[in-house]
C-alpha cells in the first residue's frame, strides 16, 4: 500500500469514563468498563509525540470526560511542548477557578463546552445529569474568570431542537461569542428516534439560514454534519424540498472546491482524520468509536505510524468508490453530489460500511418507493 497524506487532526478520547449519562453519546460511554484497560499517561504521551511526527495540526481531547483523568495536566503539559494546536471538549462539570486558572497557564485553544438548553431542565435531561446546567454555568464564568477562550456546543437532537433559539440567547447571555450546532449521528448510544422530525428540522434550518445571513442570530453559529462534502444531505435536503437552496449559502461557501474525487465517499476518516479512544484503539474518526469493524489496530501493538500506513481498514475506506454503495443511496441522483453521508452513522443504520445513510429523507422516500 501506497503511504499517503499525514492525517490533519485526531480526535484523543482520552478516558472512556463519564460522569453524565446522555442518551444520544456518540462514544457510548460506560461507567462499568474495567479501568485496568485504559491507557497509561505514559501511552498517550507516546502517542502525542507520534502525532507531532505525523505533522497532525490540531487534536481534540474527549471523552467521556477528560477532566475525570486526574493527570489531565500532565497529558496538556505534553501537549504544550508539541507543534499542533489543541482544544478540550467537557461537560464542564469539573471545571473549577482552581481548574480554569491552570487551564490558562497552559497552551489550549480553545474550551468546547456542551450547552444544550436555556435551562436546567433541558439540559440536564439532556445530559442525563441533574444540576449539570448549574456546573455548566460555574464553569463558563470559571474559565472567563481567568479569560479562558470558550466555544459552546450544541448537540441538536429531539428533546431540545424546540428550545433551540432559546438557547442561543442563553449562550450569549453568558457572554460567549460563538457556538457549533452538531447534528446527532445515530451512532454509540443514539438510535433514531433521537434525531430531529424532518419537517421541524426543515423549518429551523430556514430560519436559522435567514437569520444569519441578515446577521440576526444572537451569536455567530456554525452546523456541523456528519457529511463532510461541500454538498451535505443535512443541509442540502432539507433546503431542496423547501425549494430554499437559495439559503445554503449562509453554510457552505459557494466558493470552495469539492474535497473530494468525483467518485470517492465524502468521509475524511482514515485519510485526512483518526480518533483514538481511551483503551488505545484507532478510528477514522470518534463517531466510529463504537463500532469493532472500524478499528485500524491498537496503539499499545503498533505506532501510529504504522496503523496509519499500513491497516488494512483504513486502506479499504481509501480505495471505496461510490459504485460500492449498497441500499436506495445506489439510485439517487444526487449520490456523486452527497457522496454518501457519514460512513459512521451508514454502517450503524444500515449495519454494512458501505451502507445508505438512512437517515437521509431522500434514502427513506427510495426505499419505500
Known sequence: MSLIENPYYCDFLITPTCNFNCSFCSAASDKKKPKVNQLSLSSITKALHELDELDVLRVSFEGGEPFLRKDIFEILSV??????????????????????????????????????????????????????FEKMVKAVHSLQKYDVPIQAIITLSRSNYKYFYDTLDCIKNLGLTSASVMLLASVGSASTDLITPFDDWS???????????????????????TGESSFPWELHVPLLKRERLDLLGAWIDPNNSEP?????????????????????NVYGCSLMVSQPEFCAGNIEDNSLVEIWNNSTVFG????????????????????????????????????????????CEIAKEIATA
Open 203 to 225: 423549518n429551523l434550518l430556514i430560519k436559522l439560514s435567514e437569520d444569519k445571513l441578515s446577521g440576526s442570530l444572537p451569536v455567530d453559529l456554525r452546523i456541523v454534519t
Open 260 to 280: 473530494f474525487s468525483s467518485n470517492s465517499f465524502g468521509c475524511t476518516a482514515g485519510r485526512s482524520s483518526m480518533a483514538i479512544d481511551g483503551y488505545g
Open 316 to 359: 479499504d475506506m481509501r480505495k471505496a468508490t461510490l459504485e460500492k454503495i449498497e441500499g436506495p443511496c445506489k439510485d439517487c441522483e444526487h449520490l456523486y453530489d452527497c457522496k454518501g453521508g457519514c460512513r459512521a452513522c451508514s454502517s450503524s443504520c444500515s449495519k454494512s460500511k458501505f451502507g445508505s445513510d438512512l437517515r
Open 79 to 132: 501537549a504544550d511542548e508539541l507543534d499542533f494546536l489543541y482544544y478540550i471538549n467537557t461537560n464542564g462539570s469539573l471545571i473549577s477557578d482552581e481548574i480554569a486558572e491552570k487551564l490558562s497557564h497552559t497552551n489550549v485553544s480553545k474550551i468546547c463546552i456542551s450547552i444544550d438548553g436555556p435551562n436546567s431542565i433541558i439540559h440536564d435531561h439532556c445530559r442525563g445529569y441533574v444540576g449539570a
